[in-house]
């Protein structure tokens, strides 16, 4: 049987399970390119798991404001959830351009 929490619990439960997913999925990815690329050692896979854990934080929580916000102008069910996919989205594009931009991951040697 599938539920949809509705309301500030359900947001809450989506926001943790967000944050959980690209806790994983970042995880993934460095151990992937930790195991390919013959350059990089443990710290290199330890400061990148960090960083991206660093940066999941701030886009759950630009998520849960938007939907937070969202669920208190419309009563349409679907707008919050809409609302957090598109704050987490920009937040994490912008924190993806800072990242490139001030080479914070690659000064964590």
């Known amino acids: 049987m599938v539920q949809m929490g509705l309301g500030i619990r359900g947001l809450q439960n989506v926001a943790k399970g967000g944050f959980l997913l690209s806790l994983m999925v970042g995880t993934g990815i ?4 930790f195991i390919f ?3 990089k050692t443990i710290h290199d896979l330890v400061a990148g798991i960090g960083v991206e854990a660093v940066k999941a934080g701030p886009g759950t929580l ?3 404001v938007a939907a937070t916000i969202t ?3 419309t009563t349409v069910a679907v707008m919050p959830l ?3 996919a598109v704050a ?6 912008a ?3 800072a990242d490139t931009y001030w080479r914070v991951k690659s000064r964590q040697k």
């Open 30 to 33: 460095e151990t992937l390119d």
């Open 37 to 39: 690329n013959d350059e």
């Open 62 to 64: 630009a998520g849960i």
């Open 71 to 73: 669920a208190g102008m």
């Open 82 to 84: 809409f609302a957090t």
């Open 88 to 93: 987490v989205l920009i937040t994490g594009f």
């Open 95 to 97: 924190l993806n351009q």
